[in-house]
Nanobody, 118 residues
Framework: QVQFVESGGGSVQPGGSLKLTCVVS????????MRWYRQAPGKEREWVAR????????TYADSVKGRFTISRDNARNSVYLQMKDLQPEDTAVYYC???????????WGQGTQVTVSS
């Protein structure tokens, strides 16, 4: 059974930082590119960062470029998202997952809530 388990969310003030962790099981982790996605209330889910299986290529959505850093540890089957200078518009539930269409079944986890407010 493939599982994605996200953690590390919380409530912070604008300008604050958080580090999210996602532990993946049930697949050969180092064969998959990984992404972080987020879904704000009333909005569609969007991707924010992507990292290839061998850390060879990292890309970010324009909205988070320069503030978020994605990384992974293939030995721990984990992917991370370091977020700094958080803003209210970053408030969302954050998920990790593979590339769109990578899986034939729905393995989305529960996500982790990030709330940025003063």
């Amino acid at each position: 059974q493939v599982q994605f388990v996200e953690s590390g969310g919380g409530s912070v003030q604008p300008g604050g930082s958080l580090k999210l962790t996602c532990v993946v099981s049930g697949l050969i982790f180092n064969q998959y590119a990984m992404r972080w996605y987020r879904q704000a209330p009333g909005k569609e889910r969007e991707w924010v960062a992507r990292i290839t299986s061998s850390n060879g290529l990292i890309t970010y959505a324009d909205s988070v470029k320069g503030r978020f850093t994605i990384s992974r540890d293939n030995a721990r089957n984990s992917v991370y998202l370091q977020m700094k200078d958080l803003q209210p518009e970053d408030t969302a539930v954050y998920y990790c997952y593979g590339d769109p269409g990578r899986f034939t079944k729905n393995y989305w986890g529960q996500g982790t809530q990030v709330t940025v407010s003063s």
